[in-house]
Structure formats: structure tokens, C-alpha cells
């Protein structure tokens, strides 16, 4: 899915509006290249009514390299686990290339496009992008606020020093690819965020229960795949 772009009907950033935004991407886009700390809550399982207790019995605090080590060190793991949904290491290892290769196609094209200036290695990239932050004009702070949310959200869900996300035999509701969606759980912190590696739209955390949604609904009503094949087909005897 195309990156949403501002349209000249959007209205002018008010000078709050701009501070806050600023400190928004500069807060988000760090842990990207920064060492950070995660502090999550963690919520008891209720074994008699067989769900999670509302409230977090405590917090997780973890100190963790940053996403960009994280998801480079995932591109690595040609062997290892296959928790998490994969049927192979292989497809675990293609989605972290393919998702890092995203990223780097963005930044670039914002580093020279936006900021008119000769891109270099991703992390050079992204750390020269916070460092501009304050001085991009509206148009440009709107549509590194899209971009980023996507970098980070694929950067969580591909990478993971362990665990590969889940991926689930379901069709994305924005493209209807099949078996494109990557889903990661924080099953103790009852977080969550999804991204699709065919169109790139993303699912944050206060999303995620509406791709969840979406998923049980096309598992209770049966993941049509031969609608796509027939599809296919009528294209190649078109063709042909």
C-alpha cells in the first residue's frame, strides 16, 4: 500500500502541533539505531475464568539492542528456532532480508529526496533523519510520521533475537495476498503488531485487535484460496 501523503488540503501544523510531533519521531525512530530499555507489564493468567487478569501484576524490564542490530542479527539466522508459525528457518531469514531491504529502499529515498543529501549506510540514514527532524517543513514531518511508523513496526515484527513472528494462513485485508501477514505477540504484556511483507501496511499495537478480528473472520467463514487461482488462470487464458 502506498505511503499516505499529505494533500494540499492539509491544514498548517500549529507550532505545538510541530513540537510534538518532532519529539514523536525523534522518540520513535531512536530505539531504531539506540540501545533501549523496554518496560512492558506483565498480567496473570485467571484460571478460573480462563482469561488474563485486567490488571499487570508487574513490570518487564529488559535492556535490548537496537531494532536495526535486532533485525540484522535476524537476517543471519538461516538455522535456528522455527517457533513461531514458520514452517522453515529459510522463510523466517527471507522475510528479515526482504523486510530490512524495505526499510533501506525508504530511508534512502527519503535521505535524498527529502533532505537533498547523499545517502550512505541505514544507520548513517536513519540517524541523519532524526537530526533533520526539526528542520523539515510540514509536508515532509507528515510523511516521515507514515514512514516511520512502518519502519518501526516491520523492525518489531521481523526481528526478535529468538522467536520468529507468527504467520498465519490468512489474506491480508488491504492487498488479499495470501500468507503475506507476519504477526508478533506479547502474549504477557497483551500487546501486539502485524505487517504485511506484499504491501507493507502495518497494524501498531492499538491496531492489532482489528487484524486480529479480520483473522477469525475469514477463519470462521474459510480462507477462500481458490478465488485468487481462478483468477490466475483467467488471466493466462486472457493472455494466451
Known amino acids: 500500500m502506498p505511503t499516505p501523503q499529505p494533500t494540499t488540503d492539509t491544514p498548517p501544523l500549529t507550532a505545538q502541533e510541530r513540537r510534538r ?3 514523536d519521531l525523534a522518540h520513535q525512530l531512536r530505539p531504531m539505531i539506540e540501545p533501549f530499555t523496554s518496560h512492558e507489564p506483565w498480567y496473570r493468567w485467571d484460571d478460573t475464568d480462563h482469561r488474563w487478569e485486567n490488571m499487570p501484576a508487574g513490570l518487564h524490564t529488559t535492556e535490548l539492542p537496537s531494532l536495526l542490530e535486532q533485525l540484522q542479527h535476524a537476517t543471519k539466522q538461516a538455522n535456528g528456532s522455527t517457533s513461531g508459525g514458520y514452517q522453515s528457518t ?3 531469514h527471507t522475510d528479515a532480508i526482504d523486510g530490512q531491504r524495505s526499510i533501506d529502499h525508504d530511508v534512502t529515498a527519503f535521505v535524498s529526496g527529502k533532505l537533498h543529501t ?3 549506510p541505514l544507520e548513517a540514514n536513519l540517524a541523519l533523519i532524526i537530526r533533520r527532524i526539526p528542520t523539515l517543513v510540514d509536508a515532509d514531518l507528515l510523511e516521515l510520521a507514515a514512514l516511520a511508523k512502518r519502519w518501526v513496526i516491520a523492525a518489531k515484527v521481523l526481528s526478535g533475537l529468538d522467536a520468529r513472528p507468527w504467520a498465519p494462513h490468512n489474506r491480508c485485508p488491504w492487498c488479499s495476498a495470501m500468507d503475506s501477514l507476519r504477526i508478533r505477540f506479547d502474549v504477557s504484556g497483551q500487546l501486539g503488531v502485524g505487517w504485511c511483507k506484499e504491501c507493507k501496511e502495518t497494524w501498531d499495537e492499538n491496531q492489532i485487535w482489528m487484524l486480529g478480528a479480520e ?18 488462470d483467467d488471466a493466462v487464458e486472457d493472455d494466451a
Open 118 to 120: 547523499q545517502p550512505g
Open 90 to 92: 529459510v522463510l523466517a
Open 21 to 23: 510531533l518532532q519529539a
Open 215 to 232: 483473522i477469525k473472520k475469514q477463519n470462521a467463514e474459510g480462507v477462500d484460496e481458490d478465488d485468487a487461482d481462478g483468477e490466475d
